[in-house]
């Protein structure tokens, strides 16, 4: 496998892994879960990932850069019917991390906090 390979994969895994834990929370999908749900072995995790932890962190702080990414200069109005439609509520893997994950955030260990909190305050 190439080095490009693997950072694809683990951009993969990344992704895989933030739209599962927004849909169910980061208590709620194990390792084996989430790499299987990208397509790859549990064994390939630790390749990786140090640890579960590790992701979590990463996953939430890739996310919160890119909604804050999309977020600039979008039209208020605009992002707010965004963010309060139908699709947006009912699309929980595809929307908010802040909504979905604030209150595991606060659960979770330092790292992820701070993760979490840096992104926070730059959406």
């Known amino acids: 496998m190439t080095k490009a390979q693997a950072e694809q994969n683990r951009a993969h895994i990344v992704a895989t892994a933030a739209r599962l834990f927004r849909e169910r929370g980061y208590d709620g999908v194990g390792v084996a879960e989430l ?9 390939g995790f630790y390749k990786h990932f140090r640890s579960k932890a590790d992701l979590m962190a990463e996953a939430s702080a890739s996310r ?15 992002f707010v019917e965004s963010y309060v439609s139908r699709e947006h509520r009912d699309g929980r893997g595809g929307g908010c991390t802040i909504a979905a994950l604030s209150g595991d955030a606060a659960r979770q260990p330092a790292d992820i906090k701070a993760e979490f909190a840096a992104g926070s305050s730059s959406c």
């Open 35 to 43: 790499m299987a749900a990208a397509g790859f072995t549990h064994g």
């Open 64 to 78: 919160l850069s890119q909604i804050a990414a999309r977020a600039e200069g979008v039209d208020p109005a605009e």
